[in-house]
């Protein structure tokens, strides 16, 4: 229902970097909680990062400190900055725009606000 435009996917080297963008509706940027999470082929979907209302971050273990999310309120729209990437990042990734935390992680509550998912892809 709630459409986000999600890019910056690609096939890469590992140790290069990506940068993924997802532009949300205002009303959803602003009250929403933002991230991203990842699918490889047959696997569950996993947490990667989100950004809260008031910029606080949180991140996978796997990702931490290789990856930063950010996002920029004027143009409704949220970052990941992808660095040190391995082969094991590679998976589809998906934006979100309603990320929930609970006592046994991150989730989505709802079908909608997602974005249509971009390809990472690395090469080792």
């Known amino acids: 229902q709630v459409q986000l435009v999600e890019s910056g996917g690609g096939l890469v080297q590992a140790g290069a970097s990506l940068r993924l963008s997802c532009a949300a509706p205002?009303?959803?940027?602003?009250?929403?909680?933002m991230g991203w999470f990842r699918q490889a082929p047959g696997k569950e979907r996993e947490f990667v990062a989100a950004?809260?209302?008031?910029?606080?971050?949180f991140y996978a273990d796997s990702v931490k400190g290789r990856f930063t999310i950010s996002k920029d309120s004027a143009k409704n729209t949220a970052y990941l900055q992808m660095n040190s990437l391995k082969p094991e990042d590679t998976a589809v990734y998906y934006c979100?725009?309603?990320?929930?935390?609970?006592?046994?992680?991150?989730?989505?509550?709802?079908?909608?606000?997602w974005g249509q998912g971009t390809q990472v892809t690395v090469s080792s």
């Open positions: 979100a725009a309603d990320l929930l935390r609970t006592a046994t992680g991150w989730g989505k509550p709802s079908d909608d606000y």
């Open positions: 950004i809260s209302w008031n910029g606080g971050t």
């Open positions: 205002g009303r959803t940027f602003r009250r929403n909680v």
